[in-house]
């Protein structure tokens, strides 16, 4: 009707001939604005509850380039909400939701839970919104992909008015589907619990870890295990992260890495790039510390690398340290009851990951190839990453470490290793005749002269 009464006005209006629900209105809407390419989308409850007079404000940091994301906020001026009658049920359902997911998220939204949101299409084409649910807390999902995406939201200010609509929203289920998806970005971005739709349109398939320091990580512990003016090879370097740290305690480092290095560390770093599933061109031979860090799980076959390794061995005790995560967490042990085993692109379930090992696996492993095992230990989840490094955090991480003290092949996320080298039987043999020759010239060199002239 609007569009027969005001035909100089472009109007198209897209009618679903089946309810898509909440959210899957939105994804018609936001697709259709990317195929049409326009430059930004405009989402507006229609329950008249928000002013369209808004709009052009709220679409200015768009135009200006500051913003990927605006939301009109009700309640960063919280007196204005009650003002325009917003029933105190809602006030405070509102208020407490958004305390708890910005607790969780470790993000200041003054409201997660607005009707009035302008986007860029820019944005729209860097998120999984499609993968998104079809109900209500379509909304939250996509504030959090927008977070994962690295995209800039902003809040501004807009006056509510609330009269005698019928709130169609069970307020109980809405409130726990919105703290169930802000938990699972938790635990997705702990690595516990994948979910592609919080992955980035633009994620590059072979991102490197992060490198995770200043509190108890597989990083931090091998940092700490390496002495000062030690010599390095870190085998599975990715970008040398953790190489740098090592300069920095003045150790003399070699880095092993199947990826280019994207500059020079230093001078003189000695750089191999190598894929570890073939045979090796490095020598280990000048190196005290041999780094193997989450390394293992991404080989085709770990007892082949392992056996060419040993293969440099001689009777000079090298230190191995190695690390690598345990398919027995509790997590993996929870979902695969639940009949769930997800891979994703992080955590244990890495899509790169071709073979996983629990604490007894791999000891076993390292024994069948010679490794004398000093230290074998859980390493906790890497809290502080996902919740900061604040209270919760901190909490998190000393509630596992207390429980991987009570099991370590149950709550431990990481095993770290340090062993030390043995030589294989072939260098023994060899350097057995060797010996043996030398003692027989030194006992009766004329003999052995001889022996050596035929």
């Known amino acids: 009707m609007y569009r027969a009464a005001h035909p100089e006005i472009p109007v198209t209006v897209l009618r679903n001939e089946f309810n898509q629900?909440?959210?899957?209105?939105?994804?018609?809407?936001?697709?259709?604005?990317?195929?049409?390419?326009?430059?930004?989308?405009?989402?507006?409850?229609?329950?008249?509850?928000?002013?369209?007079?808004?709009?052009?404000?709220?679409?200015?940091?768009?135009?200006?380039?500051?913003?990927?994301?605006?939301?009109?906020?009700?309640?960063?001026?919280?007196?204005?909400?009650?003002?325009?009658?917003?029933?105190?049920?809602?006030?405070?359902?509102?208020?407490?939701?958004?305390?708890?997911?910005?607790?969780?998220?470790?993000?200041?939204?003054?409201?997660?839970?607005?009707?009035?949101?302008?986007?860029?299409?820019?944005?729209?084409?860097?998120?999984?919104?499609?993968?998104?649910?079809n109900v209500f807390h379509f909304d939250t999902e996509i504030i959090i992909q927008l977070l994962h995406a690295d995209?800039?939201?902003?809040?501004l200010p807009i006056p509510t008015y609330y009269g005698d609509e019928i709130c169609r929203v069970n307020g109980i289920k809405y409130a726990k589907d919105v703290l169930v998806v802000t938990a699972q970005s938790v635990f997705h971005d702990a690595g516990l619990l994948y979910q592609r739709r919080f992955d980035s349109i633009s994620e590059q398939e072979n991102a490197h870890y992060d490198?995770?320091?200043?509190?108890?990580?597989?990083?931090?512990?091998?940092?700490?295990?390496?002495?000062?003016?030690?010599?390095?090879m870190d085998i599975g370097a990715g970008p040398g992260g953790l190489a740098c740290e090592l300069l920095k305690k003045d150790c003399r480092v070699a880095v092993v890495d199947q990826f280019p290095m994207r500059e020079v560390l230093n001078p003189n770093v000695k750089v191999f790039t190598q894929d570890l599933d073939q045979e090796p061109a490095f020598s280990v031979a000048d190196y005290e510390y041999l780094l193997l860090l989450d390394?293992?799980?991404?080989?085709?076959?770990?007892?082949?690398?392992?056996?060419?390794?040993?293969?440099?061995?001689?009777?000079?005790?090298?230190?191995?340290?190695?690390?690598?995560?345990?398919?027995?967490?509790?997590?993996?042990?929870?979902?695969?009851?639940?009949?769930?085993?997800?891979?994703?692109?992080?955590?244990?379930?890495?899509?790169?990951?071709?073979?996983?090992?629990?604490?007894?696996?791999?000891?076993?492993?390292?024994?069948?190839?010679?490794?004398?095992?000093?230290?074998?230990?859980?390493?906790?989840?890497?809290?502080?990453?996902?919740?900061?490094?604040?209270?919760?955090?901190?909490?998190?991480?000393?509630?596992?470490?207390?429980?991987?003290?009570?099991?370590?092949?149950?709550?431990?996320?990481?095993?770290f290793v340090v062993a030390d080298t043995t030589p294989n039987v072939d260098f023994v043999l060899h350097d057995a005749k060797r010996r043996s020759a030398l003692r027989d010239e030194r006992a009766n060199p004329a003999v052995a002269r001889n022996v050596s002239s035929r």
């Open 21 to 133: 629900g909440y959210g899957g209105n939105q994804k018609v809407g936001y697709t259709f604005a990317i195929r049409e390419r326009f430059d930004f989308v405009a989402m507006l409850h229609g329950d008249g509850q928000y002013a369209p007079e808004e709009l052009p404000k709220l679409v200015e940091p768009l135009r200006e380039g500051i913003a990927d994301a605006v939301f009109g906020s009700r309640m960063i001026r919280p007196l204005e909400a009650l003002k325009g009658r917003m029933p105190l049920y809602k006030f405070f359902g509102n208020r407490i939701l958004t305390a708890l997911q910005n607790l969780m998220l470790g993000t200041e939204f003054s409201e997660f839970h607005s009707g009035y949101r302008v986007y860029t299409v820019d944005a729209l084409k860097r998120i999984a919104f499609p993968l998104n649910t």
């Open 295 to 415: 390394v293992i799980e991404h080989l085709k076959s770990p007892e082949r690398f392992l056996t060419r390794l040993r293969s440099q061995f001689d009777y000079s005790t090298k230190t191995l340290v190695l690390t690598t995560p345990n398919i027995a967490f509790v997590v993996q042990r929870a979902m695969l009851a639940l009949g769930q085993f997800n891979y994703g692109k992080a955590g244990i379930l890495d899509q790169t990951h071709t073979r996983l090992f629990t604490f007894r696996s791999l000891r076993r492993l390292l024994v069948d190839h010679g490794f004398r095992i000093r230290e074998i230990r859980g390493v906790p989840a890497p809290f502080p990453k996902v919740f900061g490094d604040g209270l919760v955090g901190r909490f998190a991480l000393a509630l596992n470490r207390f429980l991987i003290a009570l099991s370590p092949s149950l709550f431990a996320y990481q095993i």
């Open 151 to 155: 995209l800039r939201i902003r809040e």
């Open 211 to 232: 490198l995770k320091l200043g509190y108890t990580s597989s990083h931090q512990l091998a940092l700490d295990t390496v002495p000062e003016r030690a010599s390095v």
